[in-house]
């Protein structure tokens, strides 16, 4: 066991004059993480049809990171990633069927918030094998494992308490057991806004909460000009036979389709924003709310039709990139409502919270503290770039692929089944973010940006090696 290495920085108890002080009261934690949402769909990400009144508050008073992404777009890897602060290439998580050792546990930020005394609790989707794991982690898991769902009867009747409501019950109940005497952690991870995986076309696909069937009921959602039939029709025949073509025949397939998958996504997302009402509403009423920061993400993003796909997996913005919000009701005045366009990553989550905490990361994590650029006006030693990996092929239906994301130029390789160790190459993708954000024109095979290709192949390969090598 390597938990020794998670440090408490500066909390120190002395005593003077039989008092006990505090060189410095630590903040309660909560880490919020949706399933499944885009960057895009939030009120305060510039989204003028969704509805999330109470995430884009802790916005206005808090920070919002614009450039936020995770290193793989797949559920049971990004929350390995989140937890442990590692890319994949790490932690090894890459299927289902994987979960994380006790070993891997025991240097988890939950682990580390843990031994530092902190009361530490989770709720909704472990995502990384069985919650059970990690109750010697936690004093209070209410997690569960795979999808479950959002109904426990007909999801056409939509009977019951919808599962995300359930998750707001179950995080006012562990606020109930706090008390100002022990910091807490509380990591809620909502399945909403994921889909309620089915391939029959006929299937309700995104089951909101019957309180919000009549929000977005008149309005006509736009859909975005990346899904468009030409973006698909020039892609390669292996990338347009995958899983990702699969479920937008089933979500996208038809202008009314479009339209009720795409409410139906928002008002899941506007259900979890409610449930954020209520834990804060909670904070304030237990009298927490001044002492309690707030982070909020996704574990990946999600394709809305774009190149005529669904799902999420490949390394286009729209399937890797992530709102992210801090809300820490401590910082000064001038440090709120501030928007940050550095890359901030999944694998930052981990030593984030434990820098708030005040407990040194485990060597092992690779990820970096987003604390330090916070309330910092001058430009600091942050990443330019970072790597994305994708191993899990489903079969064959996904395509897995691997490339380095930049502030200019993103590099895409796809690589051959079978042959992802090599890192073999089946289809590679070169895009200028400055001139094309939405990554509509593919210059790899343009002799004008060769140069530029080989530049990135290299870029590549250095990263592939760097994000393998043992702390």
Same mark, same amino acid.
């Given at each position: 066991?390597?938990?020794?290495?998670?440090?408490?920085?500066?909390?120190?108890?002395?005593?003077?004059?039989?008092?006990?002080?505090?060189?410095?009261?630590?903040?309660?934690l909560?880490?919020?993480?949706?399933?499944?949402?885009?960057?895009?769909?939030?009120?305060?990400?510039?989204?003028?049809?969704?509805?999330?009144?109470?995430?884009?508050?802790?916005?206005?008073?808090?920070?919002?990171?614009? %450039?936020?992404?995770?290193?793989?777009?797949?559920?049971?890897?990004?929350?390995?990633?989140?937890?442990?602060?590692?890319?994949?290439a790490?932690?090894?998580?890459?299927?289902?069927?994987?979960?994380?050792?006790q070993?891997?546990?025991?240097?988890?930020?939950?682990?580390?918030?843990?031994?530092?005394?902190?009361?530490?609790?989770?709720?909704?989707?472990?995502?990384?094998?069985?919650?059970?794991?990690?109750?010697?982690?936690?004093?209070?898991?209410?997690?569960?494992?795979?999808?479950?769902?959002?109904?426990?009867?007909?999801?056409?009747?939509?009977?019951?308490?919808?599962?995300?409501?359930?998750?707001?019950?179950?995080?006012?109940?562990?606020l109930?057991?706090?008390?100002?005497?022990?910091?807490?952690?509380l990591?809620?991870?909502?399945?909403?806004?994921?889909?309620?995986?089915?391939?029959?076309? &006929?299937?309700?696909?995104?089951?909101?909460?019957?309180?919000?069937?009549?929000?977005?009921?008149?309005?006509?959602?736009?859909?975005?000009?990346?899904?468009?039939?030409?973006?698909?029709?020039?892609?390669?025949?292996?990338?347009? %036979?995958?899983?990702?073509?699969?479920?937008w025949?089933?979500?996208?397939?038809s202008?009314?389709?479009?339209?009720?998958?795409?409410?139906? &996504?928002?008002?899941?997302?506007?259900?979890?924003?409610?449930?954020?009402g209520?834990?804060r509403?909670?904070? /304030?009423?237990?009298?927490?709310?001044?002492?309690?920061?707030?982070?909020?993400?996704?574990?990946?993003?999600?394709?809305?039709?774009?190149?005529?796909?669904?799902?999420?997996?490949?390394?286009?913005?729209?399937?890797?990139?992530?709102?992210?919000?801090?809300?820490?009701?401590?910082?000064?005045?001038?440090?709120?409502?501030?928007?940050?366009?550095?890359?901030?990553?999944?694998?930052?989550?981990?030593?984030?919270?434990?820098?708030?905490?005040?407990?040194?990361?485990?060597?092992?994590?690779?990820?970096?503290?987003?604390?330090?650029?916070?309330?910092?006006?001058?430009?600091?030693?942050?990443?330019?770039?970072?790597?994305?990996?994708?191993?899990?092929?489903?079969?064959?239906?996904?395509?897995?692929? /691997?490339?380095?994301?930049?502030?200019?130029?993103?590099?895409?390789? &796809?690589?051959?089944?079978?042959? /992802?160790?090599?890192?073999?190459q089946?289809? /590679?993708?070169?895009?200028?973010?400055?001139?094309?954000?939405?990554?509509?024109?593919?210059?790899?095979?343009?002799?004008?940006f060769?140069?530029?290709?080989k530049?990135?192949?290299? %870029?590549?390969?250095?990263?592939?090696?760097?994000?393998?090598?043992?702390?």
């Open positions: 066991m390597r938990t020794k290495r998670c440090l408490i920085q500066v909390f120190v108890v002395w005593t003077l004059s039989g008092i006990a002080l505090q060189a410095d009261k630590r903040p309660n909560i880490f919020l993480m949706t399933d499944d949402q885009r960057a895009d769909s939030l009120g305060c990400m510039g989204n003028r049809v969704i509805q999330t009144p109470n995430i884009d508050a802790m916005a206005s008073h808090g920070v919002l990171f614009e %450039n936020a992404f995770v290193t793989t777009a797949i559920c049971m890897t990004s929350r390995a990633c989140v937890l442990t602060g590692q890319y994949a790490r932690h090894g998580i890459r299927s289902f069927s994987q979960e994380l050792s070993e891997q546990l025991s240097e988890t930020y939950l682990s580390c918030l843990k031994q530092a005394n902190y009361r530490t609790g989770f709720i909704g989707k472990w995502g990384v094998g069985d919650p059970r794991s990690a109750n010697d982690l936690l004093d209070y898991n209410r997690g569960f494992p795979g999808q479950s769902r959002y109904f426990q009867g007909d999801l056409k009747q939509k009977q019951g308490r919808h599962l995300t409501a359930q998750l707001g019950d179950q995080a006012i109940d562990f109930a057991g706090c008390s100002e005497d022990e910091p807490f952690h990591s809620v991870s909502f399945k909403a806004p994921h889909c309620q995986d089915s391939d029959d076309i &006929y299937s309700d696909q995104f089951p909101a909460d019957r309180a919000f069937d009549s929000l977005y009921r008149d309005l006509v959602i736009p859909r975005p000009p990346a899904a468009a039939a030409p973006f698909f029709d020039r892609l390669p025949p292996f990338l347009k %036979n995958r899983m990702n073509r699969d479920r025949a089933v979500r996208f397939r202008p009314e389709r479009y339209q009720k998958s795409v409410k139906d &996504y928002y008002r899941l997302i506007s259900g979890v924003d409610r449930v954020v209520r834990i509403h909670e904070l /304030e009423r237990l009298g927490f709310a001044d002492n309690t920061v707030i982070i909020y993400t996704s574990d990946h993003g999600f394709f809305l039709g774009e190149y005529g796909f669904a799902g999420k997996w490949t390394p286009h913005d729209v399937s890797i990139r992530i709102p992210l919000i801090i809300h820490d009701p401590r910082s000064p005045a001038a440090e709120r409502g501030q928007r940050y366009e550095q890359m901030a990553l999944s694998i930052d989550m981990a030593p984030t919270l434990l820098d708030y905490a005040q407990i040194d990361a485990p060597e092992s994590m690779q990820g970096s503290s987003l604390r330090a650029l916070i309330g910092n006006d001058k430009r600091l030693d942050w990443r330019q770039s970072f790597f994305y990996e994708h191993w899990f092929s489903a079969g064959g239906r996904i395509a897995p692929c /691997e490339g380095v994301r930049g502030e200019r130029w993103k590099y895409a390789r &796809y690589l051959k089944l079978g042959k /992802e160790i090599e890192g073999e089946r289809w /590679e993708e070169l895009y200028d973010l400055t001139s094309d954000p939405d990554e509509t024109v593919n210059l790899a095979q343009d002799p004008a060769a140069d530029q290709l530049r990135q192949r290299i %870029n590549w390969q250095q990263w592939r090696q760097s994000v393998r090598q043992t702390p």
